[in-house]
């Protein structure tokens, strides 16, 4: 079974930029058709999809965040990482890392995702 564990600062203060890192075990992220997810919680709010990574590199948006944000992967190290740029109180939320058979674009159902990494608490404040 692929595992997945989310790392990163669980303090970003407003303006700055929020990174995480997802470091992937138990499978590569360049098998093919597998996809990797960024997804987040706001406190007392529902699932929201920020975007994805596919297995070839290929990258897609929510496009509600696409100015802010950036998937990239690190081959060498299994990991893939979310950038979101200009964060402000409400980009608090426990952000999470999936992966799914196939693109997932905009999907939040958990049945939509295999494997779920345990999510990682941001708080955005100074």
């Known amino acids: 079974q692929v595992q997945l564990q989310e790392s990163g600062p669980g303090l970003v203060k407003p303006s700055q930029t929020l990174s995480l890192t997802c470091t992937v075990s138990g499978g590569s992220i360049t098998t093919s058709y597998y996809s990797w997810s960024w997804i987040r919680q706001p406190p007392g709010k529902g699932l929201e999809w920020m975007g994805v990574i596919a297995y070839d590199g290929s990258t897609y948006y929510n496009p509600s965040l696409k100015s802010r944000t950036s998937i990239s992967r690190d081959t060498s190290k299994n990991q893939f990482s979310l950038q979101l740029s200009s964060v402000t109180p409400e980009d608090t939320a426990v952000y999470y890392c999936?992966?799914?058979?196939?693109?997932?674009?905009?999907?939040?159902?958990?049945?939509?995702?295999?494997?779920w990494g345990q999510g990682t608490q941001v708080t955005v404040s100074s």
């Open positions: 999936a992966r799914s058979d196939g693109l997932r674009v905009g999907r939040t159902d958990r049945h939509d995702y295999g494997d």
